[in-house]
């Protein structure tokens, strides 16, 4: 039985490939923003642990983290979570681009430091969600692709810096998948949503998985997931 800890369990991928994991019998640490979300996720998901951490607030994880049980042993550290706010650069505030990069930047930095001496010893592996954005930008998308580029590279590092010692990093990279992020990224874009036309949550899930399974003599650094429809 692996342990894993996982962000953003409360819908889309992160719910998926929580699911998952929890079939097979894997033990879970659900990251939740907040206490009545942590209920929510342990109601959700019975037999799963919770930890209160607000992703949005980077600066205050170590503090909310000293103050609950974490894991001895972590086989992987799966960031999931994440926001998108639309906008032209000429329009975009300085309040979206810091609660941008803090969720999808920030925190992700800051929880794999904190959990990096568990997956050292366990030689696990840290799976970051990035975007198609993260490899291409699009007019409008500034600040998320700013923050999903930003990501790649914060995963090319660690995985430079670890490689040697057993720890792995894979990033994946999902085109538009069928989830309440996508259907808010629609309203924003004022776009009717079908999640019918979008990759199914469960597939992604599907393709981490992979990644997390693959045998200890290869490693998957980069994987790109497209809508087959």
């Known amino acids: 039985m692996a342990t894993h800890l996982i962000t953003g369990a409360g819908s889309g991928i992160g719910e998926a490939v929580a699911r998952r994991l929890q079939e097979r019998g894997d033990e879970l640490y659900l990251v939740a923003r907040d206490a009545g979300r942590a209920k929510e996720l342990a109601a959700r998901f019975p037999g799963a642990r ?84 993260g490899l291409t930008a699009h007019a409008n998308w500034s600040a998320y692709a700013a923050s999903k580029h930003g990501l790649k590279a914060l995963a090319d590092s660690l995985r430079a810096e670890e490689h040697a010692g057993g ?32 990759i199914d949550p469960a597939s992604v899930a599907e393709t981490i998985l992979l990644a997390l399974d693959l045998p200890r003599d290869a490693e998957i650094n980069d994987l790109t997931v497209r809508p087959g429809r």
């Open 50 to 133: 919770t930890l209160v951490a607000d992703l949005a607030n980077p600066d205050r994880i170590s503090w909310a983290l000293d103050k609950q049980p974490l894991p001895d042993r972590l086989d992987s550290l799966l960031h999931i979570a994440g926001v998108c706010d639309l906008g032209a650069v000429g329009e975009l505030t300085t309040r979206v681009w810091h609660s941008t990069l803090a969720a999808n930047l920030v925190a992700p930095a800051e929880l794999t430091r904190l959990f990096l001496p568990q997956l050292r010893i366990s030689q696990g592996h840290v799976v970051f969600v990035n975007s198609g954005a």
């Open 167 to 198: 720890v792995r990093v894979t990033s994946v990279y999902p085109g538009r998948t069928a989830s309440p992020m996508q259907a808010k990224v629609h309203q924003q874009e004022g776009k009717e949503y079908d999640p019918a036309k979008w």
